[in-house]
């Protein structure tokens, strides 16, 4: 079964650290790219980053540009988010998605929480 | 920067009306790569059409994308009490990978 799941999200004051994980299951995970994208509460979906299928382009949202860090381990099926110096507005559910050039992004985990409080 | 424009915010209708939701690009959206996702509180969301008009793997026919440009729709040609959902339209060409600000269908 293809799938994604995410973890490691939590509460976490402000100027902290905390580290997402993705893994993945029942696809190639070398061949496709992993993306995050986060929902904060009440608000619409937004892209946060993105890493090539071989790790080796990365991309981000402004805002997190900086701040947060995508990487994958092709060997462990994985991608972690490490995002430092956390801001309440980075408080939301985040998702990671697979991208499938041919059919965009057909795959999606149910989401981690993160809340960003003092 | 290309922002998408979804409209309208929110749409009241019956199951078995039709529902058309619209996209609005500011700039023209290369090679069509504009897809419709549906998503319910609680549960991840979910592709409906890539390409601005091919339905994904295991979508009812009732859902059809159209459009091209700058301009593109989601039509659900007969609703069913499980289509009221938020629906977002999204530009995938590349970074970055903007959504629209959602239609949220409901039960009128």
Redesign the interface.
């Known amino acids: 079964q293809v799938r994604l799941v995410e973890s490691g999200g939590g509460v976490v004051q402000p100027g902290r650290s905390l580290r997402l994980s993705c893994e993945a299951s029942g696809f190639t995970f070398s061949s496709y790219g992993i ?1 995050w ?1 986060r929902q904060a509460p009440g608000k ?4 946060v980053a ?1 890493v090539f299928y071989d790790g080796r382009k990365k ?4 805002s997190v540009e900086g701040r947060f860090t995508i990487s994958r381990d092709n060997s462990k099926n994985m991608v972690s988010l490490q995002m430092n110096s956390l801001r309440a507005e980075d408080t939301a559910l985040y ?1 990671c ?1 697979r ?1 499938n050039s ?5 795959i ?4 981690t929480m993160v809340i960003v409080s003092a | 920067e290309i922002v998408l424009t979804q409209s309208p915010g929110t749409l009241s209708l019956s199951p078995g009306e039709r529902a058309t939701l619209s996209c609005r690009a500011t700039q023209s959206i290369s090679s069509n790569y504009l897809a419709w996702y549906q998503h319910k509180p609680g549960q991840a969301p979910r592709l409906l059409v890539y390409g601005a008009s091919s339905r994904a793997a295991g979508i009812p026919d009732r859902f059809s994308g159209s459009g091209s440009g700058t301009d593109f729709t989601l039509t659900i040609s007969r609703l069913e009490p499980e289509d009221f959902a938020v629906y977002y339209c999204q530009r995938y060409g590349g970074a970055p990978f903007t959504f629209g600000q959602g239609t949220k269908l409901e039960i009128k």
């Open positions: 993306h994208f619409g979906l937004e892209w993105v991309y981000y949202l402004d998702y998605a991208f041919l059919s965009a992004f057909d999606w985990g149910q989401g």
